[in-house]
């Protein structure tokens, strides 16, 4: 006879079975570990007791370890002293990841705790054409938050504070030529301001009070405001652009700047601290 099981019973199976599903890949972690360590030598070049001392891992673990990589095409072996190093195939690896996808996987935790702090939602964007694509969001746990399921969202550049915050302090070729494919849009929505000035006078203004500003400007939901600051790369390029937005219907609107950018600017300096150190 089959014996009941209560539901307590088949919760705690099925954590169980869930954590048991996850286990930690141990081979897996501990090539990563090799890798991370040819990367940390001079020219990603070591001799396999090297790596063994650093990474603290047995010396026969790491030869084996790099004899898989060597066999995968990940590292390559010197015939004069025995050393392993890193090819060409790693750094394809790493230019796939963008400037911009960098920054987001960075930034997810500044965001958070930036919206933690304010209580407000916050958004990550970065350029796609002629609009900004948020990337990263805290719009789903904010206790304020009036917009769920932002991720992957375009918004257009002239009526949102992170696209007049990215126009505004990009190089003057850059923001030219999104200005051309902006007026390449056929929808004219695209175009609109949603602000009696042109966008040049936006920019204009953006650039001299240091950052994007959005006030019941959003078609979606004209109640909102937003604040937005660039995130620049090292060689001053604007590579994403983070937000605070409000609701204007319970904050105030002059009290915008003093209160929350602050914050803000806290935030998009953490992320370019860690821009500049990697």
Same mark, same amino acid.
């Given at each position: 006879?089959?014996?009941?099981?209560?539901?307590?019973?088949?919760?705690?199976?099925?954590?169980?079975?869930?954590?048991?599903?996850?286990?930690?890949?141990?081979?897996?972690?501990?090539?990563?570990?090799?890798?991370?360590?040819?990367?940390?030598?001079?020219?990603?070049?070591?001799?396999?007791?090297?790596?063994?001392?650093?990474?603290?891992?047995?010396?026969?673990?790491?030869?084996?370890?790099?004899?898989?990589?060597?066999?995968?095409?990940?590292?390559?072996?010197?015939?004069?002293?025995?050393?392993?190093?890193?090819?060409?195939?790693?750094?394809?690896?790493?230019?796939?990841?963008?400037?911009?996808?960098?920054?987001?996987?960075?930034?997810?935790?500044?965001?958070?705790?930036?919206?933690?702090?304010?209580?407000?939602?916050?958004?990550?964007?970065?350029?796609?054409?002629?609009?900004?694509?948020?990337?990263?969001?805290?719009?789903?746990?904010?206790?304020?938050?009036?917009?769920?399921?932002?991720?992957?969202?375009?918004?257009?550049?002239?009526?949102?504070?992170?696209?007049?915050?990215?126009?505004?302090?990009?190089?003057?070729?850059?923001?030219?030529?999104?200005?051309?494919? &902006? =007026?390449?849009?056929? +929808?004219?929505?695209?175009?609109?301001?949603?602000? @009696? #000035?042109?966008?040049? %006078?936006?920019?204009? /203004?953006?650039?001299?009070?240091?950052?994007?500003?959005?006030?019941?400007?959003?078609?979606?939901?004209?109640?909102?405001?937003?604040?937005?600051?660039?995130?620049?790369?090292?060689?001053?390029?604007?590579?994403?652009?983070?937000?605070?937005?409000?609701?204007? &219907? =319970?904050?105030?609107? +002059?009290?915008?700047?003093?209160?929350?950018?602050? @914050? #803000?600017?806290?935030? %998009?300096?953490?992320? /370019?601290?860690?821009?500049?150190?990697?």
């Amino acid at each position: 006879m089959l014996k009941a099981v209560s539901a307590p019973s088949l919760a705690r199976i099925d954590a169980e079975e869930h954590r048991a599903a996850y286990k930690q890949v141990l081979g897996l972690s501990r090539g990563l570990s090799v890798l991370q360590a040819l990367v940390d030598c001079p020219n990603g070049q070591a001799t396999p007791a090297t790596v063994a001392r650093m990474t603290g891992l047995h010396r026969t673990t790491v030869r084996r370890l790099m004899e898989t990589l060597r066999a995968e095409g990940f590292v390559r072996r010197s015939d004069s002293d025995g050393s392993f190093m890193l090819t060409i195939r790693i750094r394809r690896m790493g230019e796939s990841l963008t400037d911009q996808e960098w920054v987001t996987s960075i930034a997810a935790p500044i965001l958070h705790d930036l919206s933690a702090r304010v209580v407000w939602p916050c958004d990550l964007a970065i350029p796609d054409g002629d609009a900004m694509l948020i990337r990263d969001s805290t719009h789903h746990f904010s206790p304020l938050s009036f917009h769920r399921g932002m991720i992957g969202s375009r918004l257009p550049m002239f009526r949102t504070a992170m696209g007049r915050a990215y126009l505004a302090f990009s190089r003057q070729e850059v923001c030219d030529a999104v200005l051309r494919v &902006v =007026a390449e849009n056929p +929808d004219p929505a695209a175009s609109s301001t949603g602000s @009696p #000035l042109g966008i040049q %006078a936006i920019l204009a /203004q953006t650039r001299e009070q240091g950052y994007g500003l959005n006030i019941r400007e959003w078609k979606p939901d004209e109640r909102t405001a937003a604040l937005a600051l660039p995130i620049m790369s090292e060689e001053g390029n604007v590579v994403a652009c983070v937000n605070i937005i409000v609701n204007t &219907v =319970a904050f105030r609107i +002059d009290r915008l700047e003093a209160e929350l950018l602050p @914050p #803000l600017r806290e935030a %998009a300096d953490a992320v /370019q601290r860690l821009i500049k150190s990697r």
